[in-house]
């Protein structure tokens, strides 16, 4: 049996500490799901790509992309809902929903492409807590839906 000194240990111990530090901490629980779907369309999460599909989750964070004949829906916590067009490219920048703490969010960079808006429970109770960014300018909800349609930063 092979005995570890003290520097054996430490060096064990710091090596785990590297590699506690470089992996990327997990997604929290999804603040969504993609409920429609036509067409091919990604969901890149942190590092990690997967095929969209109904039932795919989606998180704070998330990077949508639909490819270019398709189109993709996604039901967020609070109802609302998110349509996206062909060829579009959606971030979920911020997304808080705890209504028994009074914590209301909702913050998209829609990137390129055409998105339909459809408020839920946090634009019908704090619309100043909700923001959709585009290349030129940033969308403060105000209403129930709107559509917005944006192509890439040159």
Known sequence: MQRWNSMGWGLLLASGLCVAQTSAPAPSEPVGRIKT?????????????????????????????TG???SLGV??????VLSLGADTQLTVDEYVYNPNQGQYKFGANLGKG?????????AKTRPDAVSVKTPGAVIGVRGTNFVVKTEEAQ
Not at 42 to 59: C, D, K, N, Y
Not at 75 to 80: G, R
């Open 114 to 122: 055409a998105l339909n808006y459809l408020s839920g429970a946090i």
């Open 37 to 65: 779907l036509q067409g091919a369309a990604s969901i890149r999460t942190q590092s990690q790509t997967v095929e969209a599909a109904v039932g795919t989750p989606v998180f704070q964070g998330s990077v949508i992309q």
């Open 68 to 70: 270019k004949n398709a």
């Open 75 to 80: 039901t967020f916590k609070d109802s609302t």
